[in-house]
T-cell receptor
């Protein structure tokens, strides 16, 4: 079955440091979405990547889709306390929708 | 935020009792989903619906049943709750099944089974 690995599971950074989370799939993906969940909140859609090698930016967030469409990353530049939360990837294999296990980001002021 | 509500928002129940969680949407989206969220497991799909009276199983459907008699309502039932079903339950909606469409999540229901 589909194997979706998201690493790291937890990350603590000092405010101002960069942060990256990775999502790796054992199979080729149709596309991938990223969601953010604030503590005590619900997942909220951030972005969708469809094309091989695609890179999208949202202010300090950079999303990449691998050339082979088997992995993706989310990079946050100069983290702020508002970035705290859990970031989930949601790969689409074309058959079923999965969520990664998430990376919980703590930002230390 | 999309018009999705879940009720109740919190519930404490005892092992062996039936529990029904409700998801209500005002967006007229065709697809509705129930997920559970547990530490270390992320979000796991329980059941989903692709229309009125049309439902199917997800990754972790054992011990759960669903019903959808109206477009706007999707019910999740735990026929006989067990402690392993203690979790946070999220409802989500989307306009279509493919991931070309965003999923919008409700606020969640925290269920504790004693």
């Amino acid at each position: 079955g589909q194997q979706v690995m998201q690493i790291p599971q937890y990350q603590h950074v000092q405010e101002g440091e960069d942060f990256t989370t990775y999502c790796n799939s054992s199979t080729t993906l149709s596309n991938i979405q990223w969601y953010k969940q604030r503590p005590g909140g619900h997942p909220v859609f951030l972005i969708q990547l469809v094309k091989s090698g695609e890179v999208k930016k949202q202010k300090r967030l950079t999303f990449q889709f691998g050339e082979a469409k088997k992995n993706s990353s989310l990079h946050i530049t100069a983290t702020q306390t508002t970035d705290v939360g859990t970031y989930f990837c949601a790969p689409d294999t074309g058959n079923q929708f999965y969520f990664g296990t998430g990376t919980s980001l703590t930002v230390i002021p | 935020d999309a018009g999705i509500t879940q009720s109740p928002r919190h519930k404490v129940t005892e092992t062996g009792t039936p529990v029904t969680l409700r998801c209500h949407q005002t967006e007229n989206h065709r697809y509705m989903y129930w997920y559970r969220q547990d530490p270390g497991h992320g979000l796991r799909l329980i059941h989903y619906s692709y229309g009125v009276k049309d439902t199917d199983k997800g990754e972790v459907s054992d011990g759960y049943s669903v019903s959808r008699s109206k477009t706007e309502d999707f019910l999740l039932t735990l026929e006989s709750a067990t402690s392993s079903q203690t979790s946070v339950y999220f409802c989500a909606i989307s306009e279509s099944w493919t991931l070309q469409e965003t999923q919008y999540f409700g606020p969640g229901t925290r269920l504790l089974v004693l």
